[in-house]
């Protein structure tokens, strides 16, 4: 019986994504690096110090910088990332998400956030749904990124059930992964092609509805 739903933030709530990208731009351009176009997929679900490396690796540069170097790039981006998501509104949550959320707190069900961003506390407030979720896994906790399933089993646990009793959210083909390898069902937003290990797939938000989901849901257990 479905009794959680646990959240990736960034591409699932809302668009924060364009804020990470155009921070890391500036960083990488600070350093001499052009990202391509595949960095906005490239970069989706990583951590902080994973995406810089993933920038860096891309340009056959990782080992240019120290740790304690990188960490000051990284720091620089978080920088400019926390300045520029002070501007985000409730109208930066993604179509579909208010009803959802909505239809989900009618149901009881418990909501928890697994997000590898480390100001999805301040995101949330600033789109003033805080206080709709029942936990935030926190990131400084969690040893290894997504693909590992670490941060979804923590959200589980944080929700107090089983892995047969939830569905996560994902819209990263890494993410979707993380999802399977807890044992949970996934759903994935985005391209069926990319996220084709998901359990069920809606092309954007607005297409999530929790009755269809739930159905899709009971189909497999």
Do not use: C
């Not at 960083?27 to 176009?37: D, F, K, M, Q």
């Not at 891309?58 to 520029?84: I, P, S």
């Not at 961003?117 to 906790?141: E, M, W």
């Not at 993410?175 to 990319?194: E, L, P, S, Y």
């Amino acid at each position: 019986m479905l009794k959680g739903l646990l959240f990736d933030l960034d591409g699932v709530l809302t668009d924060s994504a364009k804020f990470h990208l155009a921070a890391w731009g500036k960083v990488a351009e600070s350093i001499g690096i052009t990202l391509p176009p595949e960095a906005n997929d490239g970069l989706r679900g990583r951590s902080r110090m994973d995406s810089l490396d993933f920038i860096l690796r891309g340009a056959g540069q990782e080992d240019r910088f120290t740790e304690a170097e990188k960490e000051a790039l990284a720091t620089k981006k978080n920088a400019m990332y926390v300045e520029a998501i002070k501007s985000m509104t409730p109208a930066d949550i993604l179509p579909g998400i208010p009803q959802l959320l909505a239809d989900a707190k009618a149901k009881q069900l418990k909501m928890i956030i697994a997000s590898a961003s480390k100001n999805a506390p301040t995101i949330l407030r600033q789109l003033k749904i805080a206080d709709d979720f029942d936990g935030i896994v926190d990131p400084a906790t969690l040893h290894r990124g997504k693909p590992d399933p670490e941060i979804y089993v923590r959200a589980q646990e944080l929700a107090g059930l089983q892995a047969d009793e939830v569905v996560s959210f994902e819209d990263a083909s890494a993410g979707v992964a993380a999802i399977k390898a807890a044992g949970q069902f996934a759903v994935g937003i985005g391209d069926k092609t990319v996220l084709a290990q998901a359990d069920y797939i809606v092309p954007t938000t607005a297409a999530l509805q929790l009755s269809q989901i739930e159905a899709a849901f009971n189909a497999q257990h």
